[in-house]
């Protein structure tokens, strides 16, 4: 996305490395983290001790996942854009610094601060609207961010909210021509995505480890259909090293006050 993105950093489970060990008893262990015990893409050294074994008793495993204790800051590995959509993305460590953050995405939108930021948050999964009151609200979130150079925050995942703002400003963008001038960003945690997005995600990563690219949840886990909506133009995706979490107002709060310092911001 830009220059800044060279100073930030991932976070994962270091609970667990590409080399540890699983009870043969037990192939389809899994980590507090969510993953399974032999599906770790951490490198470096691990919690579980190298001289135990797998048939040592002396290790006491974690019986559940504490983000200060269990998690390492990584460099950046997946990011890109997604095809045919332009959608940026970026995993990042869910403690990154507010100004590093801002300052990326300010890069990333050609320099220029934003004047005004509309956050568009809701957890419904459904609820019933006339089209007539959808292109309303969407018409006037887009005439408002075009007039105000503004940006637009949503939690970008496939829930009611996200899903009728990012459709409904992507159709803005394509009928009045506006495709580089609206900035509809998704801020959301990795954990929460699905499986198969994350896959994704790092599949649309140019040089991921081919041999990092596998499931790294049981078949049988009832994973949720929660996906990321293509149709905004960025997403950051807060990592704590854990899945099968969700995202709080920590990160979208320190964006927008972050955005508030900037001079030209109102």
């Known amino acids: 996305m830009g220059h800044s ?7 994962t489970c ?11 008893n037990d192939p389809d262990k899994l980590c507090p983290c969510g993953r399974l015990v032999r599906r770790h893409s951490f490198d470096g050294e691990c919690l579980q001790p ?9 290790w006491t495993f974690p019986d559940q996942f504490r983000d200060l204790i269990h998690s390492v800051q ?10 045919p959509s332009g959608c940026k993305f970026l995993r990042i460590d869910n403690r990154v610094k507010s100004e590093d953050m801002f300052r990326l995405l300010v890069e990333d939108c050609g320099g220029r601060a934003p004047s005004l930021i509309l ?26 961010a075009t007039r105000t150079h503004a940006w637009i ?14 459709e409904g400003i992507s159709r803005y ?18 954990g929460t995505v699905n499986e198969y997005t994350r896959y994704e995600l790092k599949r649309s990563t140019i040089e991921y480890p ?12 009832q994973d949720d259909g929660i996906t990321i909506k293509q149709n905004h133009t960025h997403y950051i995706l807060f990592d704590s090293g854990r899945l099968h979490e969700y995202l709080g107002d920590a990160q979208r709060d320190m964006l927008v006050k972050e955005a508030c310092k900037n001079e030209h911001h109102t």
């Open 5 to 11: 993105q060279q100073i930030l950093q991932g976070r």
């Open 14 to 24: 270091k609970i667990y490395n590409r080399q540890s060990w699983t009870p043969s």
């Open 50 to 58: 190298k001289e135990n074994g797998p048939n040592s008793c002396n």
């Open 74 to 83: 990584v460099p950046v590995n997946v990011f890109g854009t997604l095809q």
């Open 119 to 144: 956050s568009v948050h809701g957890n419904a999964q459904n609820f019933t609207m006339s089209e007539r009151l959808k292109n309303e609200i969407t018409q006037g979130i887009g005439d408002a």
């Open 153 to 166: 925050l949503t939690a970008g995942i496939n829930n009611v909210v996200s899903k009728l703002i990012g």
């Open 173 to 190: 963008r394509f009928l009045r021509g506006y495709q580089d001038e609206v900035k509809c960003i998704g801020l959301t945690m990795w």
């Open 210 to 221: 081919e041999g990092l690219l596998h499931q790294q949840i049981p078949d049988n886990y």
